[in-house]
């Protein structure tokens, strides 16, 4: 487990701090853990004399305690049965052999407990908790507790309405209990190294943070876009405020759906990134190579990954060129024809309930499946600029004009080539490496003709 990695930077003392205090904490609550695990065991195994109230060991109290567990614990007003689950999930991160009273064996059959749930990780050697395990601490054999500690699983709790703890079924139609308990990372490192996590690109997560040091003045779009554009960053910022205000919030689902189309490099991406850096969000750039797959159900796992984590944070998850996954259905009768309008289907649904905002990107809009399309607030047409817009591009790659020569016409290349503002940073890109090889100070007007050729060429058309 790497632990803080690719975490938002935070002063050593302050990271410090929160380590030692949670530590100190932790070190409380799996103390009180193991006295109630231990009277739980004589109860169920009814060795007399010893005390058989589990509810006997009062939870450590938390008042005056800085930790951000302690916090954590507070602020969701975690009673009894919630701090055992909590705890009990997280045990085997910090203190895994605190669980090896599990590893007791039912002589009579000579095998592990039923009753104790756990499963085996393949690396980890300790035991790993289920529902089933959390269930046998609080309830023992008490069917009626049984049933209420099944609530504390259920979607609209704060374990999973905050992304504290995740529930996950490890084969389709064994039972509820049987089901893994995952600490969820971003908490997980809140609660032992106090820093927030940011999820890292991988073959689990196959989306990427992406982020711009760009500002909106660089953006050059129509008035017409750019006022589309404010309704996206009105929402982001108070989406939800602007529904209960107006009383829409039972009726309209939570989240926001906004397609962008046009031609390659006419800001998407850009307007994407800088909607997260307005509304101090993080934008997540799904990468559709690693979760397009041609094995039935693996598409929909790998896209499950990136939706459970973004469930409950504050994210734009932004899927560039998405007619690759969000394309038309087809009427075909073939396994294969079946299987791809399944995985639509199942996109629909994930991004129709995702509360947060989801920006598809693509080059044509007819290429977008029109169920898909039906379903977005908004949808954005980003055009190749015309003259105006392309000389204001031209200003703002090359805002010292002393750094091109006096050959080089900015309104005339403006008003003579049509290029989007993509690829006007390519010929700029090129110009400059052009003008630097000849060893020259300045850009002249051939290094430019040059790389808008280059980039003509790309497109099929001659300057």
């Known amino acids: 487990m790497s632990l803080g990695a690719n975490n938002m930077s935070m002063p050593d003392g302050a990271v410090t701090n929160d380590l ?3 530590a100190r904490s932790l070190e ?60 009990l999930t997280l045990i085997p991160h910090i203190r895994p052999q605190a669980l090896d009273l599990f590893f007791t064996s039912n002589k009579n059959i000579e095998r592990g407990f039923t009753e104790f749930g756990g499963w085996k990780g393949k690396s980890h050697g300790g035991m790993l908790p289920t529902c089933e395990t959390a269930a046998f601490v609080i309830a023992g054999d ?82 017409e876009v750019m006022d589309e554009i404010e309704n996206v960053k009105a929402w982001l910022k108070q989406g939800q405020e602007l529904m209960r205000h107006w009383g829409l919030d039972k009726a309209v ?28 969000v993080d934008v997540y750039r799904i ?70 905002v989801v920006i598809l990107a693509t080059n044509l809009k007819t290429n977008i499946d029109e169920a898909f399309a039906r379903r977005f607030q908004t949808s954005i047409y980003f055009p190749i600029p015309d003259a105006l817009q392309r000389r204001r591009l031209w200003q703002h790659l090359f805002p010292d004009q002393s750094r091109l020569d006096a050959s080089v016409d900015l309104d005339e290349l403006a008003e003579n080539h049509v290029l989007s503002g993509g690829a006007l940073a390519n010929v700029a890109r090129y110009a400059a490496i052009r003008a630097s090889r000849m060893q020259r100070e300045k850009i002249a007007a051939d290094d430019l003709l040059r790389a808008i050729k280059k980039e003509f060429l790309k497109e099929g058309r001659t300057l």
């Open 28 to 87: 409380r609550e799996v103390a009180w853990f193991g006295e109630v695990l231990s009277t739980r065991f004589n109860a169920y195994f009814a060795q007399g004399g010893a005390q058989q109230d589990i509810r006997s060991h009062a939870p450590p109290d938390l008042n005056g305690d800085p930790s951000v567990f302690a916090r954590t614990v507070q602020e969701c007003g975690m009673g009894f049965d919630e701090r055992i689950v909590l705890i």
């Open 142 to 223: 008490d069917l009626n507790r049984r049933f209420e500690v099944a609530r504390l699983f259920e979607p609209g709790h704060f374990f999973a309405r905050r992304g504290i703890i995740r529930v996950e079924t490890q084969t389709g139609g064994e039972p509820f209990f049987g089901s893994a308990l995952i600490m969820e990372t971003d908490y997980l490192n809140r609660f032992t190294t106090g820093q927030h996590h940011k999820p890292d690109y991988g073959a689990g997560f196959p989306a990427k943070l992406i982020t711009t040091p760009l500002a909106w003045s660089d953006l050059v779009v129509t008035p």
């Open 20 to 22: 030692t205090a949670n």
């Open 287 to 356: 990468d559709l190579s690693m979760v397009v797959s041609k094995y039935i159900g693996e598409t929909e796992k790998n896209l499950a990954n990136v939706f459970d984590q973004a469930q409950n944070k504050n994210w734009i998850l932004f899927f560039d060129e998405a007619d690759a996954l969000f394309g038309k259905r087809t009427e075909g009768s073939t396994s294969n024809d079946r299987h791809a309008n399944q995985e639509i289907s199942y996109l629909l649904q994930r991004v129709e309930d995702f509360p947060g």
């Open 253 to 280: 689902k939570p989240g926001f759906r906004t397609l962008f189309y046009g031609p390659p490099g006419t800001g998407k991406t850009l307007t994407a990134t800088l909607l997260g850096k307005a509304a101090e």
